[in-house]
Nanobody
């Protein structure tokens, strides 16, 4: 069982930066694929970025060049550095984990955090 706890969301202006953190419980964090998803009102949950246990990364086209996902296995934490934020980045951001290679479908992730709100004003 893995428990995930996100932090770092907030209200910012367009062009600002935020760093989200996701702290995971458990001793096998390093073996998990970790991902960030987001869900805006009225929209489906979509993947933002993922990092495999081998540190391979995936980014949605909409965030490439602006967001960076990273993990610190010693701290059981995954981060999402978000730069040049846009109003369309406004959403609840969720951390997710699965003990298999990364996929983009949220239905295939086993563990989820409670989410953290990111609001970007224009």
């Amino acid at each position: 069982q893995v428990q995930l706890l996100e932090s770092g969301g907030g209200l910012v202006q367009a062009g600002d930066s935020l760093r989200l953190s996701c702290a995971a419980s458990g001793q096998t964090f390093s073996s998990y694929t970790m991902a960030w998803f987001r869900q805006a009102p009225g929209k489906d949950r979509e993947i933002v970025a993922a990092v495999s246990r081998m540190d391979y990364t995936y980014y949605a086209d909409s965030v490439k060049g602006r967001f960076t996902i990273s993990r610190d296995n010693a701290k059981n934490t995954v981060y999402l550095q978000m730069n040049s934020l846009k109003p369309e980045d406004t959403a609840v951001y969720y951390c997710a984990a699965r003990n298999r290679p990364y996929v983009t479908s949220p239905n295939l992730y086993d563990y989820w955090g409670q989410g953290t709100q990111v609001t970007v004003s224009s």
